[in-house]
């Protein structure tokens, strides 16, 4: 899909600055406020397919294993293993208060620092048989006494980002009981300009930013972009 659009070239460098590095946003969990299952997860165990635009599950997918002592996965993205490691989960929880439901913070084997991949799931806790992943960070670390992660841009995403199913269960339609659900975010696809440069906006589920790719010639720029409640203003 291909859109025309006006924007400016210092907008985009501005956004795309600003989104060097982002606060952790809870993605660790605060002791009062969140769950980590960090020994064992038996509900996260199985193959998880990533769907595709007709919610058909596809040759990518992660393999995990929730057994105690032992949580480790393994990702394929079109049947072909990408990376596998150790991971761990920290639930947050749903509701008007909560910007998301949990977390897979995924150490890839061969790396020093977490993948954070932040989702969202209608029921965690009883019948968790689908999530989709909202955003993707890498956490690295301290700076300044506050945690800080890199958000994967565009180019950058380690795992495909959007709903998965777990083996043998069917799609079903989210409720998105979460705080920014009703957040407007630009439709995904490419906005082309009549002189040739190009915006590529690309968001899963609504979220305080999404993801946006600028491309003029050789040139490309990458960072997240938020909109003002007006919808007029990125």
Same mark, same amino acid.
């Given at each position: ?19 060097? *590095?982002?606060?952790?946003?809870? %993605? ?14 038996? %509900?996260?165990? *199985?193959?998880?397919? &990533?769907?595709?635009?007709? @919610?058909?599950? +596809?040759?990518?997918?992660? $393999? ?11 990702? =394929? ?5 990408? $990376?596998?490691?150790? =991971? ?24 020093? @620092? ?34 800080? +992660?890199?958000? =994967? ?5 380690? /795992?495909?980002?959007?709903? /998965? ?12 009981? !979460?705080? !920014? ?11 082309? $300009? ?17 993801? &946006? $790719? =600028? ?16 919808? @007029?203003?990125?």
């Amino acid at each position: 899909m291909k859109n025309k659009f006006a924007l400016s070239i210092c907008f985009v460098a501005a956004v795309a600055l600003s989104f060097t *590095g982002c606060d952790f946003l809870g %993605s660790i969990g605060k002791k009062d406020d969140a769950k980590t299952y960090d020994k064992e997860l038996p %509900s996260s165990s *199985g193959k998880w397919y &990533f769907l595709d635009g007709e @919610k058909n599950p +596809t040759d990518t997918y992660f $393999s995990f294993n929730g057994e105690e002592g032992n949580m480790t996965f393994v990702y =394929y993205e079109g049947g072909e293993k990408v $990376s596998d490691g150790g =991971y761990r989960v920290v639930y947050k929880g749903n509701g008007s208060e909560s910007t998301y439901t949990f977390s897979w913070c995924l150490k890839r084997d061969g790396e020093e @620092k977490e993948d954070v991949v932040i989702c969202y799931a209608d029921d965690f806790e009883t019948d968790f048989t689908q999530f989709t992943v909202m955003q993707e960070e890498k956490n690295i670390g301290f700076v300044d006494a506050r945690p800080r +992660t890199h958000v =994967y841009r565009i180019s950058e995403l380690p /795992y495909k980002m959007g709903t /998965y199913v777990k083996e043998g269960e069917k799609f079903k339609t989210e409720k998105d009981d !979460y705080k !920014y659900a009703e957040k407007y975010c630009i439709p995904n696809g490419v906005y082309v $300009s009549s002189t040739g440069e190009s915006m590529t906006f690309f968001a899963t589920k609504p979220r305080t930013y999404h993801l &946006f $790719s =600028y491309r003029n010639g050789e040139e490309t720029i990458e960072g997240g972009y938020t909109v003002a409640t007006d919808k @007029k203003t990125i």
